[in-house]
């Protein structure tokens, strides 16, 4: 990363990348600060979720926090078991370690456009309710299905002399 001072970018000049999984998942995304090299602390995007899809699966972070701000249209928030609006000019932030997931869905005729501001934290753990699935980014993003937990002395040779 070079310490030189960069001035404003347009952003509309940022390459926007679509995505999907299957029917349910997709959105476009122009990703706002730089990720070459993990060089930034917070991760900044707008993405746009077209009607008929949902953001992302439904999760929350354990270290991470995350904030959104709606920018044109509107959207389903999905928080914890509760469902609410979220239209442009609408904000909402998920703070690290609060136990309620959330994810958009999109059920309108016209695209929900929003700002997505979060930390990229390197020891992030992320938590599925839906799916029982926990990600660990640290240990290259391993997911693990919840519930499958070990003792904490299984494997450890506590029977067996040094």
């Known amino acids: ?15 926007a990348e679509e995505w999907s999984q299957g029917v349910r998942y997709g959105g476009r995304v122009t990703v706002l600060s730089d990720t070459n090299a993990g060089n930034r602390k917070i991760g900044i995007a707008i993405e746009v979720l077209q009607p008929g899809k949902q953001s992302c699966p439904h999760h929350y972070h354990m270290v991470e926090e995350e ?15 509760e469902r609410y609006p979220i239209k442009a000019g ?30 990229r934290a390197p020891n992030e753990v992320c938590v599925y309710p839906d799916s029982g699935k926990i990600k660990v980014s640290n240990l290259d993003r391993l997911v693990l299905r919840h519930g499958e937990s070990l003792d904490y002395w299984d494997g450890e040779k506590a029977n067996e002399p040094l």
């Open 1 to 15: 990363m070079s310490d030189k001072p960069r001035g404003p970018v347009s952003i509309e000049s940022l390459p």
């Open 67 to 81: 904030h959104i701000v709606g920018l044109e249209g509107q959207a389903t928030l999905r928080l914890g078991d």
């Open 90 to 119: 609408d904000y909402i932030a998920f703070p690290a370690g609060q136990r309620a997931g959330h994810c958009l869905v999109n059920e309108g005729d016209t695209p929900f456009k929003f700002m997505i501001i979060g930390d």
